[in-house]
C-alpha cells in the first residue's frame, strides 16, 4: 500500500475515533451497541463487583458521602466494566480518600490488566483523584481497583471521554530573545509540524564506540601516520605524546576528509569510531533516514577533555545533510573533589555524572569554591563547541541537565532530589533550577550563544513532577525519555518485547504541567511507539529519539526493543517525517511551513475543489449590479487551515451540537466562520451545513468519494 493511502486511512480511522468520543456520528461500523456505555458514567464504589460496603474507616468518619457508604480498598479489590464503541481514549476519576499516609500514596487502577498508577495525596475529606488517561477497546473493558497499594476510600468512579487540549497553543517562538535567525526558522518549523506529525530521531553513539579497527600505525622514526597500503595521515605535531615504555605516538589522525582516527594503546593501531552506525541501520531497514540526530559534549569534560569533533559532525548533518541537531551534555564530575586538581586531567573511573560524589551542586554558583571553578572550565568547553555551531549557522536543540527528577523521592519531601539520577539533580528542585538559570544566562551573556533551543526534561511521578520546571521563559521545549520495555509497562505483553505503547496518559500530563505553552517531545526512548496507538491514542510527540546500541543494550537493533516492522511502518508513513522530507529552507528565516510530504490529506492522495463564488447584488437606486469581493472556497476546509481533515468533520458537529459556543457568533475562539460555514457546505443533499456534511468529509477522507465539491457527482 502507498505511503500516502496508509496515513490517510489512519488518520480517518483516528479523527472518527475523536468524533465518536466527543458525541458525533461516526461512520457507519462505529456505533456503540444498544447496551453501549453513556459517558460520563458514575459508579458508585460499593456497587462494584467485589466491593463490601463502608460508613466509617474504623472509628474514623468521614461525611457526605453519596449513596449508602463506600468502598474501602484493602487486602480485596473491585471492579466494574464498561462498553466503549472504538478503541480510544477514557479518563477516570475517583471521588475519594486517603487518610493513612501524610505524606500521600500510590494508588492503582487496572484496565483490562494494565496497570495505570496515581499519587493520592492525604485527605479527611472527599477530593477527586485523576488517574488520567486511560486506553479502552472497543466492546466491554474491565475496570479494576487492585490492592498493591490501597488504603484508599471510594465513594465513585467516574469514567468520561478524554478531552484533547488544543496542541497549536504551543509556543514557536525562542525563549532567548536573542536568537538568531537559523535558530527562530527551526523554531518556527517545529511549531508548524507539531500536532500534525512526528519527527523521526535516532541518537549516535558518543566519545568511543563501535569501534573499526584499522592498519594505521605511527612511525616515530618518519613521524608519520601511515597504513598497510603505504596512505599517509595528517596530525598535529602538538599532538605527540611518549608511552610508558617510551615509545612515540599521536593521540589522533585524519584522513584527506577530515575523518579521525584514534590511538588505542593495547594494539598501538587506531580505529574508527563509527558514528553512522545507527543511521545505516535505519537507512538499510526503512528506506529512511532520521530528520534529527542526536549528539552529546560529554567528552568535553575538563577532567578527561578530549575532541571526537562532535561539532563537524554536527555541521555536516545541518549544512550538508539538511538535518536537525539536538544534544545532551554527559558532563562528569570528580566522585571526590580532593582527587582532583583543576586543570590536570583525572583517570576517567574517578569521575562520574551519577549522585554519588561529595562535589557540592550549589557551589557551581558560588564563586570562591572548586565547584564554581570547575563548573567554568565545564561551560568554557561546552560553549567552544557551541560557538563553532552558530558561527557555521546551526541551531541546536540543546537538552543539558536531562532527566533530572530520576525516580520519586524517597523521602517525604517529595522535591529533595533523593530520587535523582545525576549530580545535577542531586539537592532538589531549587537548587536545579537555578543551575539551569545559571547555565543559559552563562552562554548568553558571557559567550554570545543564542543558536540554542532550550529542551528540558520532565517526568510525570505525581503533581509534584511540574516543579522541576524551569518556566516558560527557560524553556523552549519539554521531553519525556521513555524507557519502559522491561517495566512499567503498560500493554500487558512480557518483558523482552517491544513495548510499543504510546504513553498518551503521560504526553497530557506534561502538556499540562506547562499549561499547553510548550511542544512536548520524546527525546530518548528504547521502543519506539507504534503509529496506530500514536494515532488512536492521539499521542502526537514532537519527535522520538531512540539511543544509541552499545555492547550492553541494543535499544535499536535488538529485538526486545524494536520490532523492525513496527519502526518500518512508522518511518514510511506520511505521519512520521523523515530526513529527505524536511524543507530545503528549514533554516531560513520565515520558514514555517510542512514537509513537501505533508499529512493533509489533499497534498499527495486525492485533488482538492477550489471554487470561485461571485456574488451579484441588484442595487434598488441604480440599475447597475454591484459585484463582490470573489470568496475562495475550498470545499471541506471548516477550520480554514488551509488542509482537509479530521478536525473539519469535528469542527461541524461541535457547531451543529454547540452553536453557542462553536457556531459563527459562537464565544469559542476556535467556532466556524462565516468562509467556514461555505467550505463545510459539501453535501449534495441538501443546501446548508448539516451533519452529513462532517460525514461527507468522512468519506472523502476514506477515498470512498473523490471530490467534495457538490456540484460534482
Known sequence: MKKGLKKLISLAAAGAMAASQLGYVPLSGTVAEDNGTKFPYTIEGEDMEGAELWETIYQTEIPDYSGKGFFY????????????????????TVRGAQILNQEGRQQAVSINGVKYITQAAYSDKWVDYDFGMVRMNKGVNNIEFICEYGYMAIDTVTVSNAVFPDLSAASGTPCDPDATAETKALMAYLKSVYGKHILSGQQEIYGGGHEVATTIRYDAEKKKCVDGDGKEYSFDEADISTADDGSKFVWKCFDEEGQQYNYQSQNRNYTLNDYNYEVRYIKEL????????????????????????????????????????????????????????????????????????????????????????????????????????????????????????GNPSNTQDPID???????????????????????????????????????????????????????????????????NCQYNRHDGKQAGTPNEDAEAGLFYTLNKFVKGNKMVSMPENDTVPSLSNMTVEHAYWLYFCPWYDSEQEHFLCGEQYQNPKTLTELYQSDFCITLAELPKDLYKSGNNEQPSTSTSTTSKNTTTTTTTITTTVTSTTTSSSITTTPIDVKFGDANCDGEIDMSD????????????????????????????????????TAKGVTSNDALRIQEFLLGKIKSLDPEEK
Open 286 to 405: 526503512t528506506g529512511e533516514e532520521p530528520a534529527i540526530r542526536g549528539f552529546d559534549f560529554g567528552s568535553y569534560c575538563p577532567c578527561f577533555a578530549w575532541d571526537d569533533g562532535v561539532a563537524n559532525r554536527m555541521i555536516d548533518w545541518a549544512k550538508n545533510k539538511n538535518g536537525i541537531c539536538t544534544a545532551s551534555w554527559h558532563v562528569n564530575v570528580p566522585v571526590t573533589k580532593a582527587d582532583y586538581t583543576l586543570g590536570e586531567p583525572l583517570d576517567f573511573g574517578r569521575t562520574t555524572y551519577k549522585p554519588n560524589t561529595d562535589f557540592i551542586t550549589a557551589n557551581c554558583m558560588v564563586e570562591g569554591t572548586m565547584e564554581y571553578d570547575y563548573f567554568q572550565l565545564c561551560m568554557k568547553n561546552l560553549a567552544t563547541e557551541l560557538k563553532k555551531l552558530q558561527d557555521a549557522g546551526v541551531p541546536v536543540i540543546f537538552r543539558p541537565f536531562h532527566e533530572a527528577e
Open 649 to 684: 468533520a469535528v469542527l461541524i458537529m461541535q457547531s451543529l451540537a454547540n452553536p453557542n459556543k462553536y457556531g459563527v457568533n459562537g464565544s469559542d475562539s476556535k467556532r466556524i466562520t462565516e468562509k467556514g460555514m461555505k467550505n463545510a457546505d459539501v453535501d449534495i
Open 417 to 483: 532530589g533523593s530520587g535523582a539520577w545525576f549530580w545535577w539533580s542531586k539537592e532538589g528542585t531549587e537548587v536545579y533550577n537555578r543551575l539551569w538559570m545559571f547555565l543559559q544566562d552563562t552562554l548568553r551573556d558571557k559567550y554570545g550563544l543564542h543558536n540554542l533551543i532550550y529542551e528540558q526534561n520532565l517526568y510525570a511521578w505525581s503533581e509534584n513532577s511540574a516543579k522541576w520546571y524551569s518556566g516558560d521563559d527557560r524553556v523552549d521545549i519539554v521531553g519525556y525519555d521513555k524507557y
Open 73 to 92: 480498598l484493602t487486602a480485596k479489590p473491585a471492579s466494574f466494566e464498561v462498553i466503549v464503541p472504538e478503541d480510544g481514549m477514557y479518563t477516570i
